[in-house]
Nanobody, 123 residues
């Protein structure tokens, strides 16, 4: 089993930056694909980006050029650096882990989820 705990969410003004963290425990996730998703009220959970064990990344169109995912395998932690935040980035952000060799971009492909952290961007 893998337990994931997100942190770092808060309220920030438009144009600002935040860094979210996702700490994994239970087993090492160095070989897992780690993903970030977000869900705004009344909307479906949306893929944000992912990072593979090799460091390769894939971004959703809505955050390309603004968000950067990274991982520290020694710390079993994944990060999401968010810059140039917009009000439409407001959502609960979830960290997830998938044991796959593919490029999972839909929630059903991930076996483990954190509880989420709220990010609110004010205009």
């Amino acid at each position: 089993q893998v337990q994931l705990v997100e942190s770092g969410g808060r309220m920030v003004q438009a144009g600002g930056s935040l860094r979210l963290s996702c700490a994994a425990s239970g087993r090492t996730v160095s070989s897992y694909v780690m993903g970030w998703f977000r869900q705004a009220p009344g909307k479906e959970r949306e893929f944000v980006e992912l990072i593979k064990w090799s460091g390769s990344t894939y971004y959703g169109d809505s955050v390309k050029g603004r968000f950067t995912i990274s991982r520290d395998n020694a710390k079993n932690t994944v990060y999401l650096q968010m810059n140039s935040l917009k009000p439409e980035d407001t959502a609960v952000y979830y960290c997830a882990a998938a044991r796959t060799t593919g490029w999972p971009t839909v929630p059903v492909e991930y076996a483990y989820w954190g509880q989420g952290t709220q990010v609110t961007v004010s205009s």
